[in-house]
C-alpha cells in the first residue's frame, strides 16, 4: 500500500523501537503507549511493537521484514548525524535501493543550518531513493516515509506530532476498527489443565477471539482469564466460558466493572 491512498480494509500498524540505549536500560521507551493513544482516538488500533539495537546487520533484517509485511511502521531513532545513526542506511539497504540525498529535505536543512549543512548535516536527508519528508515542527530538521514506514526521531517532543501529522495526512482514510472490550473473570481452587477444554471449546466458538490464561504468581491458587474482542463476540464467549466453569463446579469471580458486560456477575461464590 502506498503511502497517500487509503484503504477500505484497515492497515496492520506497527512500532520499531530502535537504539541501544533501550536494550541496556538507559532509557525507558515513551513511544508504544503514545502510538495506542494515538491511534485509539482515530479508531485504530496497534498491532505488533518491536524494539532493535543499533547492530546494522540485524536492523537490516528487522527492516526486510518489515518491509515484506506491507504493514504500516512507525520507526523511533536513529537518523541522525553521528555514526551509531544508520537507520537510514539500513532501511536501504533492507529494501535493495541506494540512498540519495533528497532535494527538499536539503532545502529544509539549509534553509535552517546554511553553510553548517555541510559536510554533517546533509547526511540526515541522505534517505533511501523514494522517501518523501516528514515534516518536523521543533526543529525543522525533516523524518521520512519510505515504503509505509515513518521514519521519526527518538525525542518525543519531535516525534510524536510527527506521527500525528502522518496520520492525519496519509491514513485519515483508513476505516475504523470495531471497538475492542475486554472481559476479566478469576477461577479459583483449580489448575489450568482442568480448564483446557473449556478455553479449547471458547476459542473454537470464537476465532476471532483472544483468550488470555494467567495464574496468579503470589502462590494463590486462582487464574485470570481475559476474553478479548469485539463487544457481542467477547460478551458471548464470556458467557460460554463462565457457563463451562459452572458445569465443573468452579469457584470465580467476575473482574469485569459492573455493567460493562450483561450479567456480568459472579458464580459459585457468596458476596
Request: glycine share 8%; aromatic share 8%.
Amino acid at each position: 500500500m502506498s503511502d497517500s491512498s487509503a484503504s477500505a480494509q484497515q492497515s496492520a500498524f506497527g512500532v520499531l523501537l530502535i537504539g541501544d540505549e533501550l536494550l541496556s536500560g538507559k532509557r525507558s521507551d515513551k513511544h508504544q503507549a503514545k502510538v495506542i493513544e494515538l491511534l485509539d482516538t482515530r479508531g485504530l488500533e496497534l498491532a505488533w511493537s518491536l524494539t532493535v539495537g543499533d547492530d546494522p546487520e540485524r536492523l537490516t533484517d528487522i527492516l526486510r521484514w518489515t518491509l515484506d509485511r506491507g504493514d504500516v511502521v512507525f520507526s523511533f531513532g536513529g537518523i541522525g548525524a553521528t555514526p551509531d545513526d544508520r537507520t537510514r542506511q539500513c532501511a536501504a539497504a533492507a529494501a535493495g535501493v541506494p540512498t540519495v540525498i533528497h532535494s527538499e529535505g536539503r532545502a529544509e536543512l539549509e534553509a535552517v543550518f546554511g553553510e553548517r549543512t555541510y559536510p554533517q548535516r546533509i547526511e540526515m536527508v541522505n534517505w533511501p531513493e523514494g522517501a518523501t519528508p516528514i515534516p518536523n515542527p521543533v526543529n525543522r530538521v525533516p523524518g521520512f516515509s519510505f515504503r509505509g514506514h515513518h521514519f521519526v526521531p527518538g525525542f518525543p517532543s519531535m516525534a510524536w506530532p510527527m506521527v500525528e501529522w502522518v496520520l492525519d495526512t496519509r491514513y485519515a482514510g483508513e476505516t475504523p476498527v470495531e471497538r475492542q472490550v475486554e472481559f476479566r473473570l478469576e477461577a479459583r481452587d483449580v489448575a489450568e489443565s482442568d480448564l483446557i477444554e473449556a478455553m479449547n471449546d471458547v476459542i473454537a466458538a470464537h476465532p476471532d477471539l483472544r483468550l488470555s490464561c494467567l495464574p496468579n504468581a503470589s502462590g494463590r491458587r486462582s487464574i485470570e482469564f481475559g476474553l478479548r474482542g469485539t463487544p457481542g463476540n467477547a460478551a458471548t464467549a464470556y458467557h460460554r466460558f463462565s457457563a463451562h466453569l459452572d458445569a465443573l463446579g468452579v469457584v470465580w469471580v467476575a473482574l469485569t466493572p459492573p455493567g460493562a458486560c450483561p450479567d456480568a456477575g459472579s458464580r459459585n461464590i457468596e458476596a
